[in-house]
């Protein structure tokens, strides 16, 4: 994979939600497009390359990143990607008729029939709408981090989380995830199966063209474990190759063992569970962290040395 000739390797940080609006209605103006969708949605293209890459998320998430800029911008520096980003003021899940009309004009335009390969993705209700609206391009693939499969309480009425953002729509047009990534060459759905309702939510997407990839105990923070970890860049990359499978992320989320974070979140997991022996074998583990001293600590409060070995099974 080669660079982008456009480089935005840029920091929009400390700018009002307006101005930041405006750097990107000016970026768009010299590299492609800028649309305001309503009072809610926007929609910035960049053309840079022969493969898309078709974002969704917020603008509250979006300013969060380390620079302030969509995630997109990453992978069209580096990779030479065009870039389709949605953006939502507030969380949405992209439920609005100006979006459905956008969607279907690019469609009739065949915008996406221009590119060699297409990648939506997106995480949580962006995730959703990654899934909903990439039938607008037949054969693209899809990487969803925990997504919804739809709020309509008559088939997801189990999920409280979101009660107030029941009354969107999701019965009419790009309405039903599963349902819209059926045209899909492949879609990725990426969860952490102990968080039931996003289980759920995951277990909906199920016909053949589906993977479903587990990432435990990392709760509602998927994306930002993965850019922890560095591995957020890899997994996208193979989304949009056609090489991701159960065994290529396998090979990358094993990262996570050298996570201090992660090890945190096994450790309480395992103390929970009480097992004594393995919640030594995490310690021990640990410190080779740069949280060591968390992980001496609680091998001190069990009475036991950093040097002791682990006690036998027996001892559980």
């Known amino acids: 994979m080669t660079g982008s000739d456009l480089d935005l390797e840029m920091d929009l940080n400390d700018l009002s939600q307006q101005e930041w609006l405006g750097r990107l209605d000016e970026l768009g103006d010299e590299h492609g497009f800028f649309e305001q969708l309503g009072s809610k949605h926007f929609a910035l293209s960049f053309d840079a390359g022969p493969r898309l890459l078709v974002t969704f998320e917020t603008i509250e998430n979006a300013r969060k990143n380390p620079t302030a800029t969509p995630r997109g911008f990453d992978f069209v520096t580096r990779n030479g ?6 953006l939502s003021d507030g969380e949405t899940w992209f439920r609005d008729a100006p979006v459905y009309r956008a969607m279907d004009r690019l469609t009739d335009e065949g915008f996406f029939d221009e590119f ?14 990654a899934a909903a609206y990439s039938v607008a391009s037949p054969n ?10 739809t709020l309509d309480p008559a088939i997801a009425g189990w999920d409280r989380r979101y009660i107030r953002d029941r009354r969107r729509d999701f019965s009419s047009r790009y309405g039903y995830a599963p349902e819209m990534v059926d045209a899909a060459n492949r879609a990725y759905i990426l969860f952490d199966p102990a968080q039931i309702s996003d289980a759920m939510h995951a277990s ?6 589906v993977t479903l990839l587990r990432c435990p105990l990392v709760g509602g923070r998927i994306e930002q474990m993965f850019d922890l970890l560095q591995i957020t860049g890899p997994l996208v990359d193979a ?3 056609g090489t991701l499978n159960r065994q290529t992320f396998a090979r990358l989320w094993r990262a996570r063992r ?6 945190r979140s096994l450790l309480r997991k395992t103390e929970l569970a009480g097992r004594p022996r393995l919640v030594q074998q995490i310690c021990r583990y640990g410190l080779k962290t740069r949280d060591k001293a968390l992980f001496a600590r609680k091998l001190a409060e069990m009475g036991l040395t950093e040097d002791q070995p682990t006690a036998t099974a027996a001892a559980e």
């Not at 050298?258 to 090890?263: C, D, F, K």
């Open 140 to 149: 693209a693939r899809v990487l969803a981090l925990r997504p919804q499969a």
């Open 258 to 263: 050298q996570s201090a974070a992660y090890l």
């Open 116 to 129: 060699e390969q297409v990648l939506f993705l997106g995480e949580g209700s962006g995730g959703y709408a």
């Open 81 to 86: 990607w065009s870039l389709l980003a949605f």
């Open 239 to 241: 989304a949009m190759d």
């Open 204 to 209: 909906l997407f199920h016909d053949v063209n």
